[in-house]
């Protein structure tokens, strides 16, 4: 709220708002409205009793919550104040922002024409751009729809099934629409791996040079027993391999697609060992405060068409941080990832990218310069070329089994960073002899 004020002139602070150029500012504090408590229906539900059960309201009621009375008492002064004639709804881009909106000017009954600012940064250009593009409020009708079902959902299992479980089992137990059933996969999961049972097999290993492969076999578990093992060891050891085969193929690995909030927690989990939560709090520092990420609560790997023209000057802003930047510039912006520009595949946002907004990362802190570093390169990786390589495949036969080494020579590294151990040398000639050279080695 007050980015969006200084953008718009609202300079003046008041009581819980910002005045200023024709515009009065003010905010939420996540719901300052939220579905009454099943005692609001009837005052036998205070008490838990399972014949009570379900509740299921003919029409649900709201109530203001306690805990933010003040500010909605700020809201509900403004929006009936006479002066006031014309309502923005700049509450998040998403379906829980239009529900904190709609549920406020349906509970003061704001007769007011209401209109929708949608961006997806924070910047003062971003912001400047929306109030230029303002949307009719009816135009996200299904997206307050799809978050009233998602709120009325949560009500309806957290509830009753919450209630019931606790009356039952006499215990504090708790249910949820999300919970309930990802505890039952998580525990699904647990059941199988208590239920493994670990077995010993054998596999018998050809070395050549620094290099290690395995006999081929149709199943590679199917030898149970050291002795079958050490017996076909003892049998290859009678012959001299040669090498058959030698095939080589190009083989090009594209960039991959651009971040949305799950996959980036993901990532940040596997390489950093950030929580879900921990990372969202960070991206979410970064589109709010420092206003160099796009919107972070968005299901989309991909990008609308119209976001083309932005992606120079999103280069140009991240130049100084990101060498790999320049390129890209020098390239006029050139997409080689082509298929991440995909309308049909952007609902609410676009994917995770960095802004116009030139990054001052000495106010990072550490954790979120991570954060910003997974989001930039993962956005550069699109303008840059496949990762290509060469894999050499050789056929080495003892009698009549195969052993097949497989070497790897990069081409052209593209968006992936040099790293010396992509590379695995195999100097290797067709009908060359090769010594039997064999091992057995246990598995599990």
């Known amino acids: 709220a007050i980015s969006i004020a200084k953008v718009i002139g609202a300079t003046k602070k008041k009581d819980g708002y910002y005045e200023g150029s024709g515009y009065r500012v003010s905010w939420c504090v996540g719901h300052l409205i939220q579905m009454a408590n099943p005692d609001s229906y009837d005052e036998k ?3 838990w009793n ?10 649900y009621k709201y109530e203001v919550s306690k805990s933010t009375k003040k500010q909605f008492s700020v809201l509900k002064k403004l929006l009936n ?5 014309n309502v923005i709804n700049a509450c998040d881009a998403g379906r829980e922002g239009e529900l904190v909106a709609r549920w406020i000017l349906q509970y003061v009954h704001a007769n007011k024409k209401v209109t929708r600012l949608w961006i997806s940064s924070q910047t003062d250009k971003a912001v400047k ?3 230029k593009e303002l949307k009719p409020a009816e135009k996200y009708d299904n997206l307050y729809e799809s978050a009233l079902a998602r709120a009325t959902a949560d009500w309806l299992v957290g509830l009753n099934v919450t209630r019931a479980l606790t009356v039952k089992y006499q215990d504090n137990l708790s249910a949820g629409r999300v919970q309930t059933p990802t505890l039952a996969l998580v525990r699904r999961q647990e059941e199988k791996i208590e239920k493994f049972m670990p077995q010993k097999y054998y596999r018998i290993a050809l070395r050549l040079g620094n290099q290690t492969a395995y006999m081929k076999q149709k199943n590679i578990y199917a030898i149970k027993e050291r002795d079958e093992a050490e017996k076909k060891k003892r049998h290859l050891d009678n012959f001299k391999g040669q090498i058959r085969n030698i095939n080589s193929k190009v083989k090009r ?4 697609l651009l971040y949305d909030l799950t996959e980036l927690q993901r990532e940040a989990n596997k390489r950093y060992g950030y929580s879900a939560k921990k990372t969202l709090s960070l991206v979410q520092s970064l589109y709010e405060i420092h206003k160099v990420v796009s919107y972070p609560r968005t299901d989309s790997r991909y990008l609308s068409n119209d976001i083309k023209s932005t992606l120079m000057e999103r280069l140009q802003a991240i130049r100084k941080y990101d060498s790999r930047a320049e390129e890209s510039i ?6 080689i990832l082509k298929k991440v520009f995909n309308d049909s595949k952007v609902t609410d946002h676009h994917a995770l990218i960095p802004t116009e907004q030139v990054p001052n990362y000495s106010k990072f802190s550490a954790d979120e310069q991570k954060i910003y570093n997974l989001i930039v390169s993962r956005f550069l990786g699109i303008f840059a070329q496949p990762y290509t390589v060469e894999e050499l495949r050789v056929v080495v036969t003892f009698d009549k089994d195969e052993f097949i080494f497989v070497g790897k020579k990069v081409l052209d590294y593209g968006w992936k960073n040099k790293d010396a151990s992509e590379e695995v040398a195999l100097n290797l000639k067709k009908d060359t002899v090769v010594s039997p050279n064999f091992t057995v080695e246990e598995k599990l």
Request: glycine content about 4%; overall charge negative.
């Open 45 to 47: 539900y205070a008490k």
């Open 50 to 59: 399972m014949e009570d059960l379900p509740i299921v309201p003919s029409e």
């Open 81 to 85: 104040d006479k002066e006031i004639e």
């Open 129 to 131: 751009q929306g109030f």
């Open 253 to 256: 690995e594209a960039a991959p």
């Open 330 to 335: 020098k390239n006029k912006a050139k997409v």
